[in-house]
């Protein structure tokens, strides 16, 4: 096993714009990386590089020191030793579970004992040993999705590489294989790659989340660090909830009133002078609002949406100047309620 290198990597389909390009990335031994961005942004064509299924048009793919591809040449998937989930499980229903997950094993020629302890471990690792017997169809759909990665752990591959393994399942059903996903890579130590555009499924299952945008990737750092420190505005728009606002704030039209006010708590909360130009993002629970505000402090916001989420409520709060924020309150307020809010921290992007 050795670490994945990414350098300057590119396809273009001929389309007119290239669909992944100057990608440069690397990804530790027994890593667990989210690749997350939204739909169409270039996620599968990068995974699907890495894999063999595609050429890149620049740049290269190392495993360490080995060349998997380059423009040149590539090495074909069946020789790279990695394996690829895809969202549908894939299952042979006329087969054991045992089978469905040896199935690869059979497929390299290997039997006998080598086989038994294979597929006995891998069922081990997903804690279905004593499910062997049972067919595809007696399973749940947790169930078989933990076929499915036994089945992609059973030839020790150095890399798996996963494609929006969750896109279509329920919610409940979706924090269970989360679960199942984080131990999945504690107890099998594998190098994963996890393409998602759900980023709180990138943030609850990987030590580090790559975030791409139009084929370019614009940061990689871990779930907390990117939460606290995102660079850029489709970073920040991106990962968490938040507003981003430009500073100075335009006023002057008579109905921005509060902004001369506001403009230093808000540069100042993002450690700005107040007067630059810059753009800052303000998370939910550095929002203050409603009666934690001293009197004659703080500035107008009325209510336009409320979402409960059980503890607590999530606003969306607007301006005298239509600017956006957020703020979670454990209070029941309605929509069209007027609060007044200051700002705890802000973060420059
Ligand atoms: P994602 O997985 O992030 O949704 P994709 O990697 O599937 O994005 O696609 C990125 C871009 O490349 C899209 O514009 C898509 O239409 C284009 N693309 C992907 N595969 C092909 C292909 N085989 N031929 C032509 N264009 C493609
Ligand atoms: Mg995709």
């Not at 850029?232 to 990962?239: P, S």
């Not at 500035?299 to 600017?323: H, M, N, P």
Request: aromatic fraction near 6%; charge should be neutral.
């Amino acid at each position: 096993m050795a670490r994945l290198i990414l350098n300057q990597l590119g396809k273009d389909f001929g389309s007119g714009r290239a669909a992944v390009s100057g990608f440069s990335l690397e990804v530790r031994e027994g890593g667990f990386l989210a690749l997350l961005g939204p739909s169409g942004c270039g996620k599968t064509t990068v995974l699907r590089m890495i894999a063999g299924f595609e050429t890149p048009s620049d740049g290269s793919i190392h495993l360490g020191e080995r060349l998997l591809a380059d423009a040149a040449q590539s090495l074909p998937p069946e020789k790279r030793n990695m394996a690829m989930v895809f969202q549908s499980y894939a299952l042979w229903p006329h087969m054991s579970v045992a089978d469905n997950v040896g199935y690869p094993l059979k497929v390299r020629g290997i039997s006998g004992e080598a086989y038994r302890t294979k597929v006995g471990d891998a069922l081990g690792t997903v804690r279905l040993a004593d499910y062997a017997k049972r067919r595809p169809a007696d399973l749940s759909g947790g169930q078989r999705q933990r076929v499915a990665l036994a089945r992609c752990l059973v030839t020790s591959p150095d890399v798996v590489l996963l494609d929006e393994p969750l896109a279509n399942l329920d919610r409940h059903l979706k924090q269970e294989m989360e679960e199942t996903f984080r131990e999945f890579h504690q107890r099998s130590g594998a190098t994963m790659i996890y393409v998602t555009h759900d980023q709180s499924e990138a943030m609850a299952l990987a030590t580090d989340v790559a975030v791409m945008s139009e084929g370019r990737l614009l940061q990689v750092a871990p779930p907390a660090e990117i939460y606290a420190r995102p660079e850029g505005r489709v970073v920040g728009g991106l990962i968490g909830r938040g507003a981003i606002m430009t500073l100075p704030r335009p006023f002057g039209d008579g109905r921005a009133l509060d902004w001369p006010a506001l403009e230093p708590m808000f540069a100042a909360a993002a450690g700005a002078a107040s007067g630059d130009r810059v753009d800052v993002l303000v998370r939910p629970e550095d929002v203050v609002s409603g009666e934690n505000i001293a009197a004659g402090e703080g500035i107008a916001a009325t209510v336009e949406s409320v979402l409960f989420e059980g503890e607590r409520y999530a606003l969306k709060l607007v301006l005298a100047d239509s600017q956006v924020l957020r703020a979670y309150t454990r209070f029941p307020v309605r929509t069209g309620d007027s609060l007044r809010l200051s700002v705890r921290a802000a973060w420059r992007l």
